[in-house]
């Protein structure tokens, strides 16, 4: 008897508990996750191409990174016979920590940049090479390592090695196509640079707070490249987006410092390279101030609240740049210049790539350069790194730049100044999605005039015409065809912006089969 009556305790006693299991164990599907939280994150972004063109350098020592205007001093050319033909391949790796210990309000990012044509050198050391047979080259380059610090919801700051864009969104939080087509569009800055700033993300607005050192030379002179940055956004409505901003540059470094041995700042190689004024300092030492003040807006920029979206600004650029000698002014040019953009669309389909765009730019120009001790031209960031101002996302390929490059990124227009001459032109591009996220096409041409007209030459640049087909194999994966074509215009009759010809050079032309993945 007195084993039944033990017997029946046990048997009851999980009564009470089995009543209460549903309960329980939805409980423990709310804090137990499915997946342990992960501290480190990969992502990476692989590209390959094969290149087909009529351009190419002239110098030798340039066959391995090739940056900056057609015809330019980085002495790329045209040829009627030379035809190029070669792959380029490219990985950009991200590196993302979060430790559990700061439950998220410290995150560690590093990004790097692997580069090669194929078939160029190996067992060296340098960036933009090693893929010859055997390898064996040491060529990974950084690009950012950067700390992320989030004191409070809706508050950030980002410190160290960083990307440096004139767009009021966070750079690791926001699409790229975001990043081009809002603020400036990386038309003055769009690079990396060190430097500190402060963010605050709230539901009708942002604004941040930065500060860089863009060259520091010897730390023991006053000789250093700073900028400072305030830029704000407000949320006028559900589709409708205003700001404004407010960039400053204190360059004392008399051009020392910059990329190789171009030098960088007002007086230095670099202009050449990229597109840029160069004012006529010579090696005079100079300091120069100069700021940019701009308004920008946006409607509909996510292509979600109405068929029809646009974006644009008006930035102007001021200051002062005085060459020395001795501790006496030699020179004091003043600075005042203005670019403008508009961009607008209508979709038309389903997808964001069913769409209709035009994008129209407009910067000042000076007729006799700085002669008269006054600059009327744009100013941007190519004027110190390279590239460190990115006009991409028109859909051109040759009159401006296309952003689908490994180691050569050269176009006839690289800096929206068009060194110093200014520029009216834009771009029209018509897409579709044949197969909605699947295969896409698209026609688009290019066309610009100078604002002022190079010595023995006219003010037409010239019209593109470019043409696509992608298909998208899965999320993020595909293969691309792209072509373009570029009738030069009697711009380019003038020696001084063709490369030193004494008539107009061939037209270029460019064809590529690409592989992209983004992957994570």
């Excluded at 940055?229 to 987006?241: F, S």
């Excluded at 974006?311 to 002062?320: A, L």
């Excluded at 003043?334 to 765009?357: E, K, V």
């Amino acid at each position: 008897m007195k084993y039944l009556r033990l017997l029946i305790l046990l048997l009851t006693l999980p009564l009470p508990v089995l009543s209460q299991a549903p309960a329980f164990f939805g409980l423990l599907e709310q804090k137990l996750p499915e997946r342990p939280e992960k501290e480190f994150q990969f992502l990476a972004y692989y590209y390959n191409h094969g290149m087909f063109t009529n351009m190419y350098p002239e110098n030798d020592f340039l066959k391995g990174q090739i940056i900056g205007r057609l015809y330019g001093q980085n002495t790329t050319t045209t040829s009627d016979s030379l035809r190029p033909f070669f792959f380029e391949q490219r990985l950009l790796p991200f590196l993302i920590y979060q430790p559990k210990l700061f439950d998220g309000r410290a995150i560690l990012r590093a990004s790097f940049e692997i580069d090669w044509t194929w078939g160029d050198v190996s067992y060296g050391v340098g960036g933009n090479f090693g893929s010859a047979v055997s390898s064996d080259q040491v060529n990974i380059q950084t690009q950012n390592v950067e700390l992320e610090l989030i004191p409070a919801k809706g508050w950030a700051v980002n410190l160290g090695l960083q990307r440096m864009y004139d767009t009021p969104f966070n750079p690791y939080r926001s699409f790229f196509d975001q990043l081009t087509t809002t603020g400036y569009r990386l038309m003055y800055w769009g690079t990396d640079g060190v430097g500190i700033n402060l963010r605050r993300d709230g539901d009708f607005g942002r604004w941040k707070l930065g500060y860089y050192q863009l060259y520091e030379n010897n730390v023991e002179e006053n000789d250093d490249v700073t900028l400072m940055e305030a830029t704000y956004i407000q949320h006028l409505g559900m589709a409708l987006d205003w700001g404004g901003s407010a960039y400053y540059v204190r360059d004392r470094a008399n051009g020392e410092g910059g990329p190789s041995v171009l030098g960088q700042g007002l007086n230095s190689i670099l202009t050449g390279y990229n597109g840029t004024y160069r004012f006529p300092f010579g090696a005079d030492p100079y300091k120069a101030d100069v700021a940019w003040l701009g308004t920008f807006f946006g409607y509909n920029s996510q292509y979600m609240m109405s068929p029809w979206f646009a974006n644009g600004f008006v930035n102007v650029n001021v200051g002062s740049a005085r060459s020395y000698t001795g501790n006496l002014v030699k020179r004091d040019i003043s600075i005042l210049g203005l670019g403008a953009n508009l961009r607008a669309g209508y979709r038309y389909g389903q997808t964001p790539n069913d769409a209709l765009i035009v994008d129209l730019l407009y910067t000042s120009g000076d007729r006799n350069g700085a002669s008269d001790d006054k600059y009327a031209g744009v100013l941007t960031g190519n004027m110190w790194g390279t590239p460190a101002a990115l006009y991409i996302s028109h859909g051109g390929y040759l009159l401006f730049p296309h952003a689908n490059v490994v180691n050569r990124y050269i176009s006839a227009v690289t800096d929206i100044s068009n060194l110093g001459y200014g520029i009216l032109g834009g771009t029209l591009n018509l897409s579709r999605d044949f197969v909605p996220n699947k295969l896409q096409g698209k026609l688009g041409t290019a066309m610009a005039w100078s604002n002022v007209k190079p010595t023995g030459g006219g003010d037409f640049m010239g019209v593109e015409a470019n043409g696509k087909v992608a298909y998208q194999f899965g999320p993020f994966m595909s293969v691309e065809l792209h072509g373009a074509y570029l009738w030069l215009g009697d711009f380019f009759d003038s020696p001084s912006v063709n490369g030193g010809f004494e008539q107009r050079p061939v037209d270029p032309f460019t064809a590529f089969l690409a592989f992209k993945w983004l992957m994570f």
